[in-house]
């Protein structure tokens, strides 16, 4: 099935329209989660899809406020600071471990925790996700993590407060990721951000450890150590809550702001900015006046301040209905996703990672000259330049492709072409590959070319991360999804049809939620499982490699 299209205008973000539970498309067509004419238990009055055309079409509405880049400013932090503390420890690993001790150990500890926390909380845990628990273990765990590393002398206690970091970061990158489905509007706008964040957490990690590298291990690492608690900081003080977002809306800054997700691949015809054609307004007409014949009526407003609070006590599942999706159901939802996202996801990092610790080391050029490479010659000043030139480039153009959607407003990669990147990086491996075993590319090209096809890497990786999870942010499960129930929940079906309070809504809303939050955060393991794969893969290679260079006579990185 293609992916949905989406109309956005050049300061915008997407909104998506989830279908409200036991209706039809008629949630799908020119109707938003945050529409304020939902709060409370009557359906939209009439001309509410006009006046939505006014707002996005008013140049006289405003484009952005102070919650809106609250709610932005929050999930870049987010993933700045959650991954910020594993690019610290890649950075500093000579420094960290005893002579002798290979920089692949702490790489391992460094990722493999990681994918631990992805490969259990989204499956084995049931019911809602606790968002103030899991902050406070995160900022609390890393920070006691950081302060082992700094005070700890020995090997053995430096990797176990490694790993113990490793594991909040992949537990923070899930709690993140599945906390931006809980503003459904604003999903897709909060993913982007929040990837935006992770890639600027490449370059100000590496920074910030060579700021602080004066003060040795103990004294940079403790000062750092104060870090994930700007999480905390983020989450509690910064985010806007769900109702400051509705009321936004109902002002009409954020409907200037935000365009309808369309539903073309649903089936539905188009009109102008993402709205459907009028002949299917008569028909959403029809369809609502049947749903409020059976008792149920949208409150997706209310809905939204109920479930995703970002500051409320549903966050902590006090509120909430008591809905828990079993892991056969979880298998169900997983399944269809693994080729369409999963597969891609691992595959680009596999490649890309491979390329960056297995290959990239040994493409050592001699050093370039004034008269060959003017430019070059500023930044390679001996043989050991090369690799790091190399990572800089790659995490700026990551940074670049990860702030694609939320700071250059450009469009995610549909659906169907998320294949697309794993193919772009399997090429620039064989590529980079054989030029490192057979020097083909010309020699006063070569070290600008190699560069170049790093740089490709650095966007390809970066925009098929920020995309993949964008894609999911930003659909409807339940139209895709057909989920088994079980005896109990028709029982609760059959009670909700004759409950005048309308049980039925919150209940199967409650529910979707869950299967959103576990949707994303069971794609979040293809990254960590394709960069833990590539860290097994690419000591071998770079041995590989660079003896192959030493038997044609090409020596250079044996001298790094």
């Known amino acids: 099935m293609p992916p949905p299209t989406q109309s956005r205008s050049p300061s915008s973000a997407s909104v998506p329209l989830r279908a409200l539970p036991a209706s039809s498309s008629r949630a799908m067509h020119g109707r938003s989660d945050l529409d304020g004419d939902d709060i409370g238990t009557g359906p939209a009055p009439a001309g509410a899809n006009a006046a939505l055309r006014s707002a ?5 509405a405003p484009k952005s406020s102070l919650t809106t880049f609250r709610f932005a400013l929050a999930f870049f932090l987010f993933g700045t600071l959650n991954n910020i503390s594993y690019v610290i420890i890649l950075t500093a690993a000579l420094e960290l471990m005893p002579k002798g001790v290979p920089t692949g150990v702490v790489a391992f500890a460094n990722i493999f925790p990681a994918l631990c926390a ?11 996700v606790q968002y103030r628990s899991r902050v ?8 006691g993590g950081m302060l082992m590393i700094a005070w700890s002398e020995s090997a053995f206690m ?3 407060g490694i790993s113990i970091a490793s594991f909040c970061s992949g537990l923070g990158e899930l709690t993140w990721l599945q906390l931006a489905t809980r503003f459904k509007s604003y999903a897709g706008e909060g993913v982007g951000w929040f990837a935006s964040g992770t890639g600027a957490a490449g370059f100000l990690g590496a920074s910030a450890w060579w700021v602080v590298r004066p003060l040795g291990v103990k004294g940079g690492l403790s000062l750092l150590s104060v870090l994930p608690w700007m999480m905390a ?3 509690f003080l910064l985010m806007p809550s769900a109702e400051a977002l509705i009321a936004e809306r109902e002002a009409g800054g954020a409907a200037a702001g935000y365009a309808a997700l369309s539903t073309g691949e649903e089936g539905g015809r188009e009109g102008a900015e993402g709205f459907p054609a009028e002949d299917d307004d008569e028909e959403e ?5 049947d749903d409020e014949e059976e008792g149920i ?4 407003d209310s809905a939204d301040v109920r479930l995703a609070k970002a500051n409320g006590a549903s966050l902590d599942g006090a509120t909430s209905p008591d809905v828990s999706l079993s892991f056969s159901e979880k298998m169900e939802l997983l399944r269809p996703m693994l080729f369409v996202f999963v597969l891609p996801l691992a595959v680009v990092y596999l490649a890309e990672y491979t390329i960056n610790q297995g290959v990239a080391p040994t493409l050592i050029y001699p050093l370039p000259t004034p008269k060959t490479h003017p430019v070059l010659t500023h930044f390679i000043k001996k043989l050991s330049d090369y690799y790091p030139l190399y990572q800089l480039c790659y995490q700026t153009f990551v940074f670049i492709s990860r702030s694609s959607i939320s700071i250059l407003r450009l469009p995610a990669i549909p659906k169907r072409f998320l294949w697309l990147p794993s193919g772009i990086q399997c090429v ?11 020097a083909w590319f010309s020699a006063d090209i070569a070290s600008p070319l190699t560069i170049l096809l790093i740089c490709i890497e650095g966007l390809a990786g970066g925009s098929a991360y920020v995309s993949v999870f964008h894609q999911v942010a930003m659909s409807d499960p339940a139209k895709r999804i057909a989920l088994p129930t079980d005896t109990d929940d028709n029982d609760d079906v059959e009670d909700a049809d004759t409950d005048p309070a309308g049980s039925l809504p919150e209940l199967e809303l409650a529910r979707r939620v869950q299967q959103q939050e576990f949707r994303i955060a069971c794609i979040g393991v293809a990254d960590t499982l394709g960069i833990c794969l590539a860290s097994l893969v690419s000591m071998p290679i770079q041995v590989g490699l660079c003896n192959a260079q030493v038997r044609h006579g090409r020596g250079l990185c044996k001298e790094v």
């Open 158 to 160: 430096r990797l176990l």
């Open 56 to 60: 996005l079409s008013s140049s006289s």
């Open 285 to 289: 007409d029809d369809e609502e006046e």
């Open 428 to 438: 620039l491996f064989l590529v980079l590959t054989s030029e490192s075993l057979y």
């Open 297 to 300: 009526r949208p409150s997706q």
């Open 233 to 235: 900081v983020s989450f």
């Open 136 to 143: 406070w273990a995160c900022s609390a765990l890393t920070f």
């Open 118 to 128: 992805k490969a259990i909380f989204p499956y084995f845990l049931k019911g809602e």
